[in-house]
Each structure stands twice: as C-alpha cells, then as structure tokens.
C-alpha cells in the first residue's frame, strides 16, 4: 500500500511506500575515514581532555560595511552575526556511536556550556546545533569529515524548521491548551514506531518520517531547550544517543547521518518549542519531488524502521549498561 501521510504538525508529507518495505535500502558506500592527521587534530593542543572548542574563524559570516549591502522587498539582506564553533572530539579515530557513554556525556555537557554562553550574548542570535557524520566539508576546507564533532553555528535568524515547530505549538495550544510533541509522546510510547526508552527520554521513528530508518529523541517531560537539561538528564540522553546510533550502525551499516537540536530560541518565552533531537540517515537520493516539491518518498515504513532499530539499540543499550 501507498499511503500518503501528513507529519504531526500538519503541513509536510511523505509519500509511504510500504509495498516495498523490507526490501534493502540503497545503502551508500561505507563512510571512509582519512587516515592522515586533519585541520582539527591539529589544532588540538590538550589530549586529556574529551572534546575541544574550536572557533572556525573563517566561516564567520559578518559585516562591517553594512551601507554596501542592498536591502529591497525582494533581495533583503540581514547583517550577519554568525560565529562557528566546532566542539572536536579529541581522538580523530573516535565515532559518536561507538564512544563510551560517560565519554559523550562529557562531550554533550561541553556542547551545552559552549551553546549557553553563545546564546547568552546580546544579540547573538540563535544556535544551529548539530551533528553530521561521513558528510562534511571535504578534507580541503576547515572542517574534516571525518574527525567527529558538532557543530553550533550562530544565525541572525529562527531557522525555517524551527519556525515551523513553534507556529504548530501556537496553534496547539490556542486550539488544544497542550503542547504537540506531548501530544506526539503519548501517542508514540508504546507504539509501533517506539524504538527506546530511558529514564528521560523517548526515542522512536516519526510517523511521517522523510528519511528511511529517520529517528527523533524527546525528553519525556515539557521541556524547552537541551541548554537547560541537567547533568543527569544529559548522562541519560548521551546512553539513549549512543545506543541508538549504534544500532543504527549495527542494522543498517556505516552510513552517513545528521543528527540536529531542535530547541527553542534563547531569552523568547512566547517562541517556545518541546524541544528535541532529529536524526537523519542518509541512505538515500533527494531528487525532484523532494529538492523542488518539498514532498517526500520514503520506502521505509516508519514502523518496520522502529522494529530493526529498535532490536538493534536493545542489543547496544543491553552492552551499555552491562546486561548482556
Ligand atoms: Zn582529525
Ligand atoms: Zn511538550
Ligand atoms: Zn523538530
């Protein structure tokens, strides 16, 4: 059956094909890794330590003659305000989902201070916090692909998605009086979509997922933005983190993925968001109906996804904590 699906907001589909469910997905090739030093590993002075703030000075994106910029209806400029820093994890041959847990949760409590003092600048704009691996820069630019870190990029702007998310908890709170992603927590725990669940956070495959074996992670009470979670919550969402991205490595491969922060915006209580994790394996082509339609083809039910990544993070989360 061909089903097409509208995700929880509303306004973005996906065309489910389910008939071809279980079939493989074209898996790109294995994530190769440069066995050479890189840009990072060279500017990593202190080994000790898990993971390393790295400003990336020549991606900042700014202006000091904003008199030369054109500013109409239809070509607007915004001045820029951007910084970019990459939090590198300190051993170029580590990988987010083979890490020990206390480990990335070192790294995540790093990410979150470098995060908070970002935003805690005046006018510092909003911070794109995110994760890629096997896709990156190349080896030319600033950034290996292959040395893993995250990244946090400051905007001058609420990223498009994000708007989204905050416009659809508007209207479910004025419609409803409660927020969509509780909505959605209930719905999915315990569903066929569930993938884990931890002490604090629910992991499980988005009903109308746009990428094949796409998970989402969600603390399991209201909250607001990963930059006020507390030491504990971060320990328990570095174990879920860790052990669903090694299971999607365990069922699917080493494949490249992105994993982004959909938090609310800093110091705005009326633009608030639940906020969450959303990670996308890419292991297939965007073409035509995604790059210009914006609709999505997806032969991967969310549901059988939940079923092999579900299995596959058990397995990890089992060797985790020691229960093998
Ligand atoms: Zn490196
Ligand atoms: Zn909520
Ligand atoms: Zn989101």
């Known amino acids: 059956m061909t089903e097409l699906r509208k995700d929880y907001f509303g306004e973005k589909f996906v065309i489910m094909n389910s008939e071809r469910s ?3 997905v074209e898996i790109k090739p294995p994530v190769t890794r440069s066995s050479t030093r890189c840009a990072l590993c060279a500017g990593i002075k202190d080994k000790g330590k898990p993971a390393v703030v790295v400003d990336q000075k020549s991606r900042l994106i700014s202006s000091d003659r904003p008199s030369d910029l054109k500013d109409d209806e239809m070509l607007s400029h915004l001045i820029p305000v951007g910084r ?3 939090v590198a994890i300190t051993n170029h ?3 987010v989902q083979t890490l020990k847990v206390q480990k990335l949760s070192q790294i995540l409590s790093i990410l979150q201070e470098t995060a908070r003092s970002l935003s805690s600048r005046k006018g510092g704009g909003y911070a794109a916090t995110f994760l890629n691996y096997g896709v990156g820069y190349g080896d030319d630019g600033a950034i290996s692909s292959f040395h893993p870190n995250f990244e946090i990029l400051t905007l001058p702007i609420i990223p498009p998605a994000i708007e989204y998310e905050i416009k659809a908890v508007e209207k479910s709170m004025y419609d409803l009086g409660i927020c969509p992603i509780c909505r959605v927590l209930s719905l999915e725990t ?5 993938i884990l669940s931890t002490t604090h956070f629910l992991a499980f495959a988005p009903w109308a997922a746009t990428h094949p074996f ?3 992670i969600t603390p399991k009470t209201h909250q607001t933005s990963f930059l006020e979670i507390s030491d504990k919550e971060i320990y328990d969402l570095a174990l879920i983190l860790r052990s669903t991205l090694g299971g999607l490595t365990r069922a699917v491969g080493d494949i490249p993925f992105t994993v982004v922060f959909h938090n609310s915006p800093q110091g705005d ?3 608030e968001l639940h906020w969450h994790l959303e990670a996308y394996p890419l292991v297939s082509i965007r073409a ?3 790059e210009g339609m914006s609709v999505f083809l997806n032969d991967t039910t969310p549901e059988l996804a939940a079923e092999t990544l579900g299995r596959a993070s058990r397995k990890e989360l089992a060797a985790l904590v020691g229960v093998v």
Not at 190 to 194: D, N, T
């Open 93 to 95: 041959d580590d990988k």
């Open 190 to 194: 315990g569903g066929p979509r569930q």
């Open 84 to 86: 970019h820093l990459i």
């Open 288 to 290: 035509g109906l995604e």
């Open 22 to 24: 279980g079939r493989p």
């Open 214 to 216: 796409e998970f989402w």
């Open 269 to 271: 209580k009326d633009l």
